[in-house]
């Protein structure tokens, strides 16, 4: 019975045709790069991400898992806003155990990352070597990249990320589906980027920022 578990489970994770649509259509550009799906609403649409630590065009890529739903996403983003990073990071430097804990969700995502690459073929990428995203294994940088890792990995991995996870559910609850309505379903799926958020918790190590994406108005102001 263990054997046909574990294929069904390989299986899911498999990025279908329509959930790279759907991930395209979450959020607001072209996927690429996406090699597995490690996270699912009880709908089966995609929760999270898995992006090669390699790109196409060669980029070594440490932020493996990448937030997706829009409803998550917002929500997170009430929380960064209401600067539960900051409280976070206060509770590391005052508890060693929450903080010994965090390090061991950093190693969990080295590891991971290193199974995603070698499932996918990609094999090592040491320009990321002992990098993992999110700021483990000190740091509270990004909620988005610890909600993932969360979602990916399951409760009791990443201490911080199901801390955020119970503090997002008056927003969004796992056994609950949120995709009616969280996204555009009609016409074409994006064919170029229309996100207005850069990569989540990205590390100098891909040598470019998170791009700062204007409103329409700065836009039109600009022009």
């Known amino acids: ?12 994770r498999q990025p279908s045709p329509r959930d790279l649509e759907v991930l395209s259509r979450q959020l607001g550009r072209p996927v690429r790069d996406v090699v597995e799906i490690p996270a699912r609403c009880v709908c089966g649409n995609p929760l999270v991400a898995a992006t090669a630590p390699r790109l196409g065009n060669g980029t070594p890529f440490p932020t493996t898992f990448y937030l997706t739903h829009p409803v ?6 009430r929380l960064e806003a209401a600067g539960v990073m900051n409280v976070m990071n206060e509770q590391l430097a ?9 390090r061991s969700a950093h190693n969990a995502y080295l590891k991971a990352r290193s199974d995603i690459g070698e499932r996918s073929g990609i094999g090592p ?10 700021g483990m294994p000190t ?3 990004c909620l988005h990249v610890l909600v993932g890792h969360s979602l990916a990995a ?5 201490p911080l990320g199901d801390q955020a996870i119970s503090a997002i559910s008056e927003w969004w609850t796992a056994d609950t589906c949120y995709c009616e309505g969280a996204w555009d379903t009609t016409g074409e799926a994006p064919s170029r980027d229309l996100s207005r958020h850069g990569p989540q918790g990205l590390p100098d190590i891909v040598g470019r920022p998170a791009p700062v994406r204007k409103t329409s108005g700065a836009a039109e102001a600009g022009q």
Do not use: F, H
Not at 1 to 12: I, L
């Open 154 to 158: 399951g409760p009791g991995v990443n």
């Open 139 to 141: 740091r509270v940088k």
């Open 125 to 134: 990428v040491p320009e990321i070597d002992g990098i993992s995203a999110g």
């Open 72 to 77: 998550i996403t917002s929500a997170v983003s």
């Open 94 to 102: 005052g508890d060693d155990v929450l903080a010994a804990a965090y």
């Open 1 to 12: 019975m263990e054997p046909n578990t574990a294929a069904a489970r390989d299986e899911s």
